[in-house]
């Protein structure tokens, strides 16, 4: 499946925050949005999944999801946005029970999701007596679940400290490459982006424009060694210098009433 | 290790935490009825104005013995529990409505303003001219003075459901009523149940006021004969049977939250 933006634009009262994007998403690709806050990329995020309308501009799809996919846009939050009042298990549960499935079938894919995110243990545990690093695995338990064609995630691991951030993109990539389903991954960490995606779109704010498009041929298996590393370590310092300069603006700007990703 | 130029370091931190002082509360009732005893027997206070605690339980004992006492509790019981019960169904309803819909709120909220604070026994003359002076009159007074906070608890409660969880549920494609069901009214939980424990205050005054205005028998009734009886230690028991009912219904409430709340 391809998603392809076409001249997407949006904007919060006067303040315009994306204009006239144009970008393409390619079956099995992990694509990074990336730009310092407030440049719009959760907006546009938002707007590829079908949970925000633009204001200007469509998203188009070519090709149809797999047939056993039950939600084929499915995201990933910054702040995990799990039920507090439902269990582990209750919560992946809940993206499938509105499905006409068996609830045999329902219990196999949980349980399946839960094994592959090494939540087994955890499943009747409510989320806030997690770790914010096992909240975030039951995000993608859920988002596992529903088998799904395209995967948004937004921010996942801005939340989470180091460490488990760490550990989390480890345990994403060697989930990804057992199924390479198509991802858009949306981060303001350029680390992520390079360690991740197969295309680095860049962002600029105020009006969010698409800059760039940086292509890292180099498998993801690869980039955790230390020659991939001394190779993405020249890509970063580049990719720095086009973002430096407006995050340093970003950084300094007054909010005006509030955020507005 | 050990230099004799080093000091410790002076412990600034500590206080300001409250600890459990688990018999405190039973030793403060027992020397305040100790001493309210001893100021009754020993003459220092009245005991037609003030009567003793053992006098109050005698009352409670010789009272217990009678059938027409009884009535005056199982009379407030059905008053208090059917006027609550109407009052708080209603008030979810509405409030529901208006936390999900923007027409109902639009007409509820000044509606809501501008009724909740009439003191609702005033309304009970005009509810006794419409239903008669039986028990409707007064079971409408404990409802609608129960509605208007169960209605504004459940709509702000809806309000603080975090909107990312709603935005979760939507990009799953979970179905209308599915939201509403599984993640708008459990997120409103916290705050209905808080509605809950103010509105069944409300109820129990308004019970008390509504059975003192016009009814036969009743807590309330029976505290006012009693008054107009001079019997003190009679009225005082009764007193003592509305905080006791005051403290069950709270009790029964903080067992119901932490039940409802154990994901918190």
Partial sequence: MELIAEQIGHRYGDVVALEKIDLTVHEGEILALIGPSGCGKSTLLGIIGGILKPTSGRVLVKGAPPPDSLNPYTYIFQDFALLPWRTVEDNVAFALEHHPIPARERMARVEDVLARTGLLDFRRAFPKQLSGGMRQRVGIARALAVRPAVLLLDEPLSALDAQTRALLMEDFIALWLSQRTTAVYVTHNLNEALRLADRVAILSRRPGRLREIVRIDMPQAERGTPAGQVRLAALHDQLWQLIKAEAQVAEREVLEGGAHE | ?264
């Fill in chain 2, 1 to 264: 290790m050990s230099d004799p130029n080093a000091r410790a370091i002076e412990f600034r931190g500590g206080g300001f935490v409250i600890r459990p002082y688990r018999g405190a509360a039973i030793v403060f009732f027992v020397v305040l009825i100790a001493l309210w005893e001893t100021a009754v027997r020993a003459g220092w206070v009245s005991a037609l104005a003030l009567p003793a605690p053992s006098s109050i339980v005698k009352a409670f004992y010789d009272l217990a013995g009678s059938g027409p006492f009884w009535r005056n509790i199982t009379d407030s019981l059905f008053r208090i529990v059917v006027g609550w019960s109407v009052g708080s169904a209603a008030g979810l309803v509405i409030g529901a409505a208006m936390g999900i819909w923007s027409l109902p709120r639009a007409i509820g909220i000044p509606a809501v303003s501008a009724l909740f604070p009439i003191p609702k026994i005033a309304l009970l003359p005009l509810f006794i001219l419409w239903f008669g002076i039986g028990e409707a009159s007064k079971v409408a007074t404990i409802a609608i003075g129960v509605f208007f906070p169960t209605a504004i608890a459940t709509y702000t409660g809806i309000d603080g459901v975090p909107r990312n969880l709603i935005r979760m549920a939507q990009s799953f494609g979970s179905p209308w009523p599915s939201i509403v069901w599984k993640v708008i009214l459990p997120g409103a939980l916290p705050g209905i149940l808080a509605g809950i424990r103010i509105s069944a205050s409300f109820a129990l005054i308004l019970l008390v006021a509504a059975e003192m205005i016009g009814a036969q028998y009743g807590i309330g009734a029976f505290i006012l004969t009693a008054g107009n009886l001079m019997q003190t230690d009679q009225l005082l028991a009764g007193v003592v049977m509305l905080s006791m009912l005051g403290l069950i219904i709270g009790t029964a409430l903080t067992r119901l939250e932490k039940w409802l709340l154990r994901w918190r």
